[in-house]
């Protein structure tokens, strides 16, 4: 297969016109930064926001004449909105569902508030819930992967959407290898594993292969793993959200639907801190916030038996009590968790008797109570001051 250049693709695309039919989408400047990975070709196209549904065909021109160029394994190829100015807007609406533009703040003598736009659902899916950090390296992914297992384990058809375009675990986690097959040449089918249906970024390039993308690309790549996808019918989708606050996150809070956000922290006061930010980035979106999970809570010696609290302990709990926000639960800092994850292998799968696998599905519980509606306590809105 031959190896695709940026020159090859930029040329490709000089055959397609502008929206007004005045030079090409090269020419006007409107496509981003180009990415190829494995031969497949990622990059978005600037329009204005409020013609984003009439300017479908030429994105799905442009997909077409990329995916003819020889030595192209595929396209993923999205329509990036245009705020005033000409800037790139990062919450960019999806190709399949567009919003209008923002909206001006009304005039000083109108009385109506603006009304908040509904946000565009996944076709066939029920609850989506978030699971997310304020930073990395706190057990996020092997949390989420857990709380999707124990969910399941509720009786619930689920999957799970790894949207850390820049870290994707979702592939070594569930043990999952190979490319995902395509319908029609363009609509995904998820991967499977454990009964749970799977999309990760790791299924479309190679685990060495850098990320190095900026906000509207990684938005072009998570509207098609959400939105050109055969989910098929679930009752609940888990998204592994990337660590930290950045505007992808925040572009996610605001586009999906989300009901409810699951925040995991380790016990010291600095992960503490970059989870509050991640509560606040979620209050000011109004996701609901179903709870806090101290993860590496602490750690039991298998010889003695003797209990250590080695990151502190009961930081995450005093602080969801503090914010009067759910606290979920405590998960121990245990060997054979990070082992059977590393190995594809997540404990609730492989050992669903043990008491770290009941922790998990306890958990899931308490999440799904609240998004179902079987709770008697609503998800909290936190208020910031």
Do not use: C
């Amino acid at each position: 297969m031959s190896q695709v250049t940026k020159d090859v693709v930029l040329a490709q695309l000089k055959q397609v016109t502008g929206p007004d039919f005045e030079g090409d989408i090269v020419s006007l400047g409107l496509v981003s930064d180009i990415f190829i990975a494995d031969n497949k070709v990622f990059f978005s196209i600037t329009v204005p926001s409020d013609r984003a549904q009439a300017m479908e065909p030429l994105r799905l021109r442009a997909e077409k004449l990329v995916k003819e160029i020889p030595g192209v394994a595929g396209a993923l190829v999205t329509l990036t909105a245009e705020r005033k100015g000409g800037r790139t807007s990062d919450d960019a609406p999806p190709p399949s569902r567009p919003q209008p533009a923002a909206q001006a703040r009304p005039a000083a003598h109108t009385h109506a508030a603006p009304q908040p736009q509904a946000k565009p659902g996944i076709p066939g899916v029920g609850k989506i819930i978030a699971v997310a950090s304020g930073k990395g390296g706190v057990g996020k992914s092997t949390t989420s992967v857990n709380i999707a297992l124990g969910l399941q384990a509720l009786g619930l058809k689920v999957g799970i959407l790894d949207a850390d375009i820049y870290g994707p675990s979702m592939p070594r986690l569930l043990g999952i290898s190979g490319r995902p097959e395509t319908v029609n040449g363009r609509i995904m089918k998820p991967m499977s594993n454990y009964g749970l249906k799977v999309m990760s970024m790791g299924f479309l390039v190679e685990e060495e292969t850098p990320m190095i993308w900026r906000g509207p690309m990684v938005m072009s790549a998570l509207n098609q793993m959400m939105r050109e996808v055969e989910w098929g019918n679930l009752d609940v989708m888990v998204v592994d959200m990337p660590p930290g606050t950045g505007d992808a996150q925040l572009t996610m809070a605001q586009q999906v639907p989300l009901a409810g956000a699951v925040i995991v922290s380790t016990p010291q006061d600095l992960a503490l801190i970059d989870a509050r930010k991640g509560l606040n980035m979620f209050a000011k979106v109004n996701v609901p916030l179903l709870g806090i999970v101290e993860n590496m809570s602490y750690f039991i010696a298998p010889d003695t038996g003797k209990r250590y609290d080695i990151f502190g302990h009961g930081g995450a709990q005093r602080e969801a009590e503090r914010l009067n926000v759910p606290f979920l639960g405590a998960v121990p800092l245990d060997m054979q968790i990070r082992e059977l994850s590393d190995a594809g292998m997540p404990i609730t799968v492989k050992e669903p008797d043990s008491p770290h696998a009941q922790i998990y599905r306890e958990i899931a519980e308490k999440a799904w109570a609240q998004v179902s509606g079987g709770s008697s306590r609503a998800a909290p809105k936190i208020v910031f001051e």
